[in-house]
């Protein structure tokens, strides 16, 4: 994984920090949001799963101590709301590896793909991009808390 010059790191560190925050919080009444928290669409492995995350749950930017130790990645693409295309988690609940930090990385597509109509689904995908040089990975310093949710009948922000 490469990493971009350190002004550009925390740039983006803190963009992804604030998009979380923004996603946990929005506009929806906190009453809303102790009934059903809010689902946001994931690829894994070809298939989509959702996820949730909490405003209480994201930790920081930074070095984190361990976490970057147990933390498994997020494969993002932009701030929610304004993604070409959805985030990709390399596991879900039941798989091998499988934990609930994740630490979140910023997939840039140097070769022109448009993801909006030709989107990586996977972990693997996206490591074969990187080898052939078609993305960079930055990793953001954002280590966040969230869960893999079995289904979900509303999507982020209805």
């Known amino acids: 994984m490469r990493t971009l010059a350190q002004p550009m790191r925390r740039a983006l560190a803190y963009l992804a ?92 597509v140097l070769d022109g793909r448009d993801v909006s109509t030709d989107p990586f689904t996977s972990e693997a995908e996206i490591l074969a991009a990187e080898a052939a040089g078609q993305v960079e990975l930055v990793d953001t310093d954002v280590i966040f808390l969230c869960q893999v949710l079995p289904s979900c009948n509303r999507r982020a922000g209805e």
């Open 17 to 108: 920090l604030t998009t979380l925050l923004v996603l946990a919080i929005g506009d929806v009444p906190a009453s809303t949001l102790a009934d059903k928290p809010p689902c946001i669409p994931a690829f894994h492995d070809g298939n989509t799963v959702f996820f949730t995350v909490v405003n209480d749950n994201v930790v920081d930017v930074g070095d984190r101590g361990n976490l970057h130790e147990v933390a498994i990645p997020l494969y993002t693409f932009g701030p929610i709301g304004n993604q070409p295309q959805p985030d990709v988690l390399p596991r879900i609940p039941g798989e091998r590896g499988y934990r609930p930090w994740w630490e979140v990385i910023f997939v840039a």
